[in-house]
């Protein structure tokens, strides 16, 4: 019995010797592989790079018309990046009009303060996003849509509140306006 278990350990140790052999080799082979794929990998990147900067000098050879093409796209992507800054600030305008809307319709004080001071937080994110893309009009239609909405919001009068309520709308559509016809 002892000789068997013996000779069951050895076999399974030569087992594993030789499995983990072949496991080293396998390593080896795929990072080999991987040495020469990195290197051809970089040989292209370098063909690639070549080729642009051939391309590169044909073009600047080119007629002049293409250097006013490239300078046309140009202006396209900078007011395409401007628009989407402004599009932030009109859509927090728009938040604050909704607000300031459901404030000046409603009929209950407690529903009225909380929804101007919802429209006070989207006014304050709309003054962030005209200021982050140089809308000065916007900026100051949002500051006065804030002002009236704090005002709205800290008033203990009905009448005033709604009042306020009203002012604040009308503002958010200024700034949504602005914000709107923005080319800085």
């Known amino acids: 019995m002892k000789t068997k278990s013996q000779l069951f350990i050895l076999i399974s140790l030569i087992a594993f010797y030789s499995l983990s052999i ?10 080999d592989s991987k040495s020469t794929n990195s290197q051809s990998l970089n040989n292209d990147l370098q063909n690639n790079y070549q080729e642009s900067e051939t391309s590169k000098d044909q073009n600047n050879s080119s007629e ?36 300031a809307r459901r404030a000046y319709n409603s009929d209950d004080f407690d529903e009225i303060k909380s929804y101007l001071h919802k429209a006070m937080s989207s006014f304050d994110d709309a003054m962030n996003y005209s200021n982050q893309c140089g809308c000065q009009n916007a900026y100051s ?7 009236y909405a704090k005002r709205g919001y800290n008033s203990d009068d009905f009448d005033e509140m709604k009042d306020y309520a009203r002012k604040a709308k ?7 306006n602005y914000a709107n016809g923005c080319s800085n």
């Open 22 to 31: 072949s496991c080293s080799q396998r390593n080896k082979e795929q990072k």
């Open 141 to 147: 239609s949002a500051d006065e849509g804030y002002t």
């Open 64 to 99: 002049n018309s293409d250097y006013q093409r490239n300078a046309e796209t140009q202006d396209i992507k900078i007011e395409y990046q401007d628009q989407v800054d402004c599009s932030a600030a009109y859509s927090s305008a728009d938040d604050a009009y909704s607000y």
């Open 170 to 176: 009308n503002a958010a559509d200024d700034c949504m």
